[in-house]
């Protein structure tokens, strides 16, 4: 009996181990029964793609607004079921670290919390079929309150365990002056490689107690999200004015000008398209030409997007919205010899930013280099190659891209307070500037 029950012990057990492998294959990226809440840019579900959220006036602009704007956002996405599914929005307070605030809805918002998606067309003319949903915020009767970071979430059938998608933005309102000044890094070669911020708060009219533990200072490069650099100390504080200079935390590589392509077109060839074609399904399918390591070249400036992209069709002449077809778009970067201690990933507002299996890159022994393959909506896209170390968190653009001083790159500084006898971040500074134009 008891050898009978230790056998039945040793099945379950090999069965469970052999149940938590498998799983483990499959990262949260993966679309694997993960819908539980995220603070972050995440798409839940493989049928959703072209994720959009930004100031209404024009796709480019970020998805910030001063508090009491007469501006919207726009949130927007494409559905590939191509149905009609009932999706509504909702929202989250968080805090500077992007974790939910101890705030309850009534505290951050006036009117309703919730508001149901109406806005949504089919695709025409396109061989991918997909519903497009659209929907602006804030609205007459759903204003917001307080400032800070914010979360916006879609959920499906009025229930918000069946989360869709999650997007950040922020409401901000400029009680504190920031000025800024960008300049050559100091010391060894990082004066040719890196651009280092330094940057002072003027509050004359708004009252901070204790600057050293009530402020959270983060800065972003280009809208990334893998390489915000926060906890940045000041350097002198005196009684209307804060300085923060000479912080190593806020030196930032230099990278190089974004690769580009053009799939407007899915009829002509672009200046980086090499081939484009259909397969056996009827898919389109397009391929860019080899690119090239960039570490030895030259600092070379011309106009890009800083990783953005723009959704446009020159083959119909009718929205891009719902008239801008899908394709695989293929990656491709030489490189001699695998890297062992870590992976490649195509990065940009196409891969939202983040470093996940969907945009990494996997290694052709026979062609000798690093190449990714992405389903994507015709347009104008920026991307760059990042690598990313094992156990480390933002991407990497030196063995890629190479870094130049020079190269033209948006920042913004966001100054974060919590004011005494409160339980939130306020947003009370957004600095917007660009390394190239003072």
């Given at each position: 009996?008891?050898?009978?029950?230790?056998?039945?012990?040793?099945?379950f057990?090999?069965?469970?181990?052999l149940?938590?492998?498998?799983?483990?294959?499959?990262?949260?990226?993966?679309?694997?029964?993960?819908?539980?809440?995220?603070?972050?840019?995440?798409?839940?579900?493989?049928?959703?793609?072209?994720?959009?959220?930004?100031?209404?006036?024009?796709?480019?602009?970020?998805?910030?607004?001063?508090?009491?704007?007469?501006?919207?956002?726009?949130?927007?996405?494409?559905?590939?079921?191509?149905?009609?599914?009932?999706?509504?929005?909702?929202?989250?307070?968080?805090n500077?670290?992007?974790?939910?605030?101890?705030?309850?809805?009534?505290?951050?918002?006036?009117?309703f919390?919730?508001?149901?998606?109406?806005?949504?067309?089919?695709?025409?003319?396109?061989?991918?079929?997909?519903?497009?949903?659209?929907?602006?915020?804030?609205?007459?009767?759903?204003?917001?309150?307080?400032?800070?970071?914010?979360?916006?979430?879609?959920?499906?059938?009025?229930?918000?365990?069946?989360?869709?998608?999650?997007?950040?933005?922020?409401?901000?309102?400029?009680?504190?002056?920031?000025?800024?000044?960008?300049?050559?890094?100091?010391?060894?070669?990082?004066?040719?490689?890196?651009?280092?911020?330094?940057?002072?708060?003027?509050?004359?009219?708004?009252?901070?107690?204790?600057p050293?533990?009530?402020?959270?200072?983060?800065?972003?490069?280009?809208?990334?999200?893998?390489?915000?650099?926060?906890?940045?100390?000041?350097?002198?504080?005196?009684?209307?004015?804060?300085?923060?200079?000479?912080?190593?935390?806020?030196?930032?590589?230099?990278?190089?000008?974004?690769?580009?392509?053009?799939?407007?077109?899915?009829?002509?060839?672009?200046?980086?398209?090499?081939?484009?074609?259909?397969?056996?399904?009827?898919?389109?399918?397009?391929?860019?030409?080899?690119?090239?390591?960039?570490?030895?070249?030259?600092?070379?400036?011309?106009?890009?997007?800083?990783?953005?992209?723009?959704?446009r069709?020159?083959d119909?002449v009718?929205?891009?919205?719902?008239?801008?077809?899908?394709?695989?778009?293929?990656?491709?970067?030489?490189?001699?010899?695998?890297?062992?201690?870590?992976?490649?990933?195509?990065?940009?507002?196409?891969?939202?930013?983040?470093?996940?299996?969907?945009?990494?890159?996997?290694?052709?022994?026979?062609?000798?280099?690093?190449?990714?393959?992405?389903?994507?909506?015709?347009?104008?896209?920026?991307?760059?190659?990042v690598?990313?170390?094992?156990?480390?968190?933002?991407?990497?653009?030196?063995?890629?891209?190479?870094?130049?001083?020079?190269?033209?790159?948006?920042?913004?500084?966001?100054?974060?307070?919590?004011?005494?006898?409160?339980?939130?971040?306020?947003?009370?500074?957004?600095?917007?500037?660009?390394?190239?134009?003072?």
């Amino acid at each position: 009996m008891c050898a009978q029950v230790m056998m039945d012990f040793r099945q379950f057990f090999f069965c469970f181990c052999l149940l938590v492998s498998f799983n483990s294959l499959f990262s949260q990226d993966d679309y694997v029964n993960d819908r539980r809440l995220r603070y972050e840019d995440w798409i839940y579900l493989p049928n959703i793609k072209t994720v959009q959220l930004h100031e209404s006036s024009f796709e480019s602009n970020p998805a910030i607004l001063p508090l009491n704007a007469t501006e919207q956002l726009e949130l927007s996405f494409d559905d590939l079921d191509a149905d009609k599914k009932d999706y509504a929005i909702s929202f989250v307070h968080c805090n500077a670290n992007w974790e939910p605030s101890d705030l309850v809805h009534s505290e951050y918002m006036n009117g309703f919390f919730e508001a149901n998606i109406l806005n949504f067309a089919y695709s025409l003319n396109t061989i991918q079929k997909y519903t497009h949903y659209s929907i602006l915020f804030p609205q007459a009767n759903m204003q917001f309150t307080k400032t800070g970071n914010y979360m916006v979430y879609v959920y499906e059938d009025n229930d918000k365990s069946k989360i869709v998608l999650t997007k950040r933005f922020m409401i901000y309102e400029n009680k504190i002056t920031v000025l800024t000044n960008l300049r050559q890094a100091i010391g060894n070669d990082e004066q040719f490689e890196k651009q280092h911020i330094d940057f002072t708060l003027i509050n004359s009219q708004y009252e901070l107690t204790n600057p050293y533990s009530d402020l959270k200072i983060v800065i972003s490069q280009n809208n990334r999200w893998d390489n915000i650099v926060t906890a940045i100390k000041p350097t002198f504080v005196e009684p209307r004015q804060i300085t923060y200079s000479m912080n190593e935390e806020s030196t930032f590589n230099g990278g190089n000008e974004f690769r580009y392509f053009d799939s407007r077109s899915l009829r002509t060839y672009t200046e980086r398209v090499n081939h484009i074609y259909r397969d056996s399904l009827n898919i389109s399918h397009i391929e860019l030409k080899k690119d090239e390591l960039r570490i030895f070249n030259q600092y070379v400036f011309y106009n890009d997007l800083n990783g953005g992209y723009l959704i446009r069709n020159k083959d119909m002449v009718g929205s891009p919205e719902t008239e801008a077809d899908y394709a695989w778009v293929h990656f491709f970067i030489p490189y001699e010899n695998t890297q062992g201690t870590g992976n490649f990933y195509v990065l940009g507002k196409l891969t939202e930013w983040r470093l996940s299996p969907t945009n990494r890159m996997v290694y052709n022994a026979d062609k000798k280099g690093y190449e990714c393959d992405l389903y994507i909506k015709q347009g104008y896209y920026n991307y760059s190659y990042v690598y990313l170390t094992d156990n480390k968190k933002g991407g990497d653009e030196t063995m890629t891209e190479g870094n130049h001083w020079e190269t033209e790159n948006d920042y913004v500084i966001y100054v974060y307070h919590r004011q005494r006898g409160t339980y939130y971040d306020q947003l009370v500074a957004v600095k917007r500037f660009n390394s190239s134009r003072k």
